[in-house]
């Protein structure tokens, strides 16, 4: 079992940066991919990277590419989403999601949610 534990967001003016902080619990989650996802009112959860079990792989949406980073701490069970150069369209409800074995786009196949963290990005 993981859980996990978010921290992080707020509101910030364009431009400006946030980190978010995915805190786990569980012996087992330096075996976990994580992936972060964000959800806008009124429209479906999306996808915006997601990073393997060890960080050696990172994937990230076109849309956040050169703005946001993901990375991770195994020693310490936390995963980090740094975003840069903010846009109002970043405004949504983030989340962390892990899952066993390879990171996956969908969020169907994670196991593990964060409670989610609300990004509010002023124009």
């Known amino acids: 079992q993981v859980q996990l534990v978010q921290s992080g967001g707020g509101l910030v003016e364009a431009g400006g940066s946030l980190r978010l902080s995915c805190a786990a619990s569980g012996r087992t989650f330096s075996a976990h991919a994580v992936g972060w996802f964000r959800q806008a009112p009124g429209k479906e959860r999306e996808f915006v990277g997601a990073?393997?079990?060890?960080?050696?792989?990172?994937y990230y949406v076109d849309s956040v590419k050169g703005r946001f980073t993901i990375s991770r701490d195994n020693s310490k069970n936390m995963v980090y989403l740094q975003m840069n150069s903010l846009k109002p369209e970043d405004t949504a409800v983030y989340y962390c999601a892990a899952r066993a074995g390879p990171y996956s786009f969908y969020t169907s196949q994670y196991d593990y949610w964060g409670q989610g963290t609300q990004v509010t990005v002023s124009s």
């Open positions: 990073i393997n079990w060890s960080g050696s792989r990172i």
